[in-house]
């Protein structure tokens, strides 16, 4: 936010009771958490308004689409971008959506969970407190191949895709790639 906040953040202390005088006179918090509000009267108006006997159904419901607005919510930890004398940052969202696609232009190949880590004891110190130092990083990152491909050789491509995409698209510094084949896809159970 404008502010300097994460939106995530000020929802969750406001959730757990958490006294925060900045966000008490903060237009941009204010206007977060009015949002908030508006957002849990929507959800329980749908969950007044279902039948009695599937009350159970819609809190579990309601607990399901708040921890997906949560989850979407929260960008991740900021990441360098460039040289150590450079102030470029992104967010481990985009940057796992990049690598993710990267991965993907692979045919037969799904990308899944993404984490990008900085290189303990490398690199000055971070921006800010949820930021990974600055300095190189290394991306794990799973994915699911198609039974057509041999693992070692997938693995690599996959590897050389992802760093090609974080120097050429990001201006990331990435020293490792470390692949996991989480599972196998047979194509010819997706054909309609």
Known sequence: MPCGRE???VWERHETGEPDPHSDGCPHCTEALTSLRRLEDVVSTARDAEPAEAEPDASALVGRVMDVVR????????????????????????????????????????????????????????????????????IRLAVEVALTWGLQEVADRVRRRVLEAAESELGMRVVAVDVTIADIIDEREERP
């Not at 919510?73 to 900021?78: E, F, I, K, N, Q």
């Not at 450079?86 to 990049?98: G, H, L, P, T």
């Not at 990308?111 to 921006?127: D, F, L, N, T, Y």
Request: net charge negative; charged share 25%.
């Open 7 to 9: 939106l995530w953040s």
């Open 71 to 138: 989850l979407e919510l929260r960008p991740g930890r900021t990441l360098p971008l460039g040289e150590d004398d450079e102030d470029a940052w992104i967010v481990e969202a985009a940057a796992a959506r990049v690598v993710r696609a990267a991965a993907e232009t692979l045919p037969g190949v799904r990308a899944g969970s993404c984490r990008i880590e900085g290189v303990p004891g490398q690199g000055p110190g971070a921006a800010s407190g949820q930021a990974v130092p600055r300095g190189p990083v290394v």
